[in-house]
């Protein structure tokens, strides 16, 4: 029935070392793991007996009655087999052979029992070995306690009976847990569902308010000719992404497990799966399209940003060779005041014409010139 293993190694160790407190040899490990077979095998039928012969007797838990039931006596605790403790009533079904080392320390503790009034009832097999002390126990107990403590016989047609039904029960009570099992991991999916779409939702939120406010920030700073910040909408614009990409994966998955539920799968479930797909970008085209707006104004804030670096280099740049070349003061502040606001040479604003190679060497050539003349005019003016 078993095969050897490390729990069975513990056992085995465990009842060695009491059998040696005993001063009493050890069985080998055959034949300790054959007769713990045996008696598992013994206890399994004996259990079947039990709740056939219940069933059959109608003690059932609807009514009161309980299997293994501890019961404190003087003499230990009373272990059984089926009991009403409302009724003060116990039963002790036993299918094979009574022994005096087992069955004896049982009856004393049931006499406890038969004092106070309880009813107690021994149901055992016709045919069945008992011994000597045990039979004269039992006779004992009827006549000190008639009407109270009682002793059943029952022929090996109503033990063969009482497995069948038994075994019919087990059945049935695993059927039954499988089903409840089924129903409490059904019930489970349903809540692990509604939290993600719960979670879902919040993210589409989160993405709605995300694109929002973006966009209501850009339209102001154009409202008021006003710089926006490249590196927060690129950041946007990269949330907002990343957003719509999470919340895209989890429809994903909520429709794999909805379409798993309702029992479409293959070619079927892929072909749902696009068909949803498309329905849901269908619905939210017009986030999307300012998701991409978003982008499209951060990579113009962002060339208008370059644009504006540039030209602040290039108004340094020309401060600073003023000051090599020795200009007054009062050239170097009008010059500064004529370059500010001034795009860099060959760096165009965002926004403006794009010019050919040749325009743009001529007007470079031109601007050079009147630079020349005009810083000329100057010095001649304030010498």
Do not use: C
């Amino acid at each position: 029935m078993h095969e050897w293993n490390d729990r069975l190694e513990q056992d085995y160790r465990r009842y060695g070392g009491q059998k040696w407190m005993k001063g009493l040899p050890a069985r080998s490990r055959a034949d300790y793991l054959a007769a713990r077979n045996a008696w598992l095998r013994a206890r399994q039928i004996g259990d079947r007996f039990r709740d056939g012969m219940a069933a059959l007797r109608g003690q059932t838990p609807d009514l009161g009655y309980a299997k293994e039931v501890r019961l404190p006596t003087p003499n230990g605790v009373r272990v059984h087999d089926l009991a009403n403790r409302d009724l003060g009533q116990a039963s002790e079904y036993k299918s094979g052979r009574l022994d005096k080392e087992k069955t004896l320390p049982q009856l004393e503790k049931d006499e406890h029992f038969l004092a106070r009034g309880w009813a107690v009832d021994w149901t055992i097999v016709e045919g069945a070995r008992i011994d000597k002390e045990v039979r004269q126990k039992l006779e004992q107990l009827q006549a000190r306690y008639p009407g109270l403590f009682q002793v059943h016989q029952v022929s090996r047609e109503k033990l063969r009976l009482a497995l069948t039904i038994s075994k019919q029960l087990e059945k049935k009570r695993v059927a039954k847990e499988k089903e409840a099992r089924k129903l409490e991991k059904a019930q489970e999916n349903r809540r692990k569902q509604a939290e993600k779409a719960k979670e879902l939702a919040k993210r589409k939120e989160a993405l709605a308010r995300t694109v929002q406010q973006t966009t209501q920030q850009i339209d102001l700073g154009r409202e008021q000719n006003l710089a926006v910040d490249a590196t927060t909408v690129t950041e946007a614009h990269q949330s907002a992404k990343n957003q719509l990409q999470s919340v895209r994966k989890a429809e994903r998955a909520q429709t794999k497990d909805m379409l798993r539920g309702i029992g479409i799968q293959g070619e079927h479930a892929r072909i749902m799966e696009e068909i949803l797909a498309q329905g849901r970008e269908n619905q939210r085209q017009e986030l999307v399209q300012g998701i991409e707006a978003i982008g499209r104004a951060a990579d113009h804030e962002a060339q208008a940003q370059a644009a504006r670096e540039a030209a602040l280099a290039w108004q340094r740049q020309q401060l600073e060779l003023a000051k090599q070349r020795g200009y007054a003061p009062e050239l170097q502040a009008i010059m500064e005041l004529m370059n500010k606001g001034r795009p860099a040479p060959g760096v165009a604003l965002p926004g403006a014409p794009v010019q050919a190679p040749e325009v743009v060497r001529d007007g470079r050539a031109k601007q050079h010139a009147l630079e020349l003349e005009r810083n000329r005019g100057l010095e001649r003016g304030l010498g």
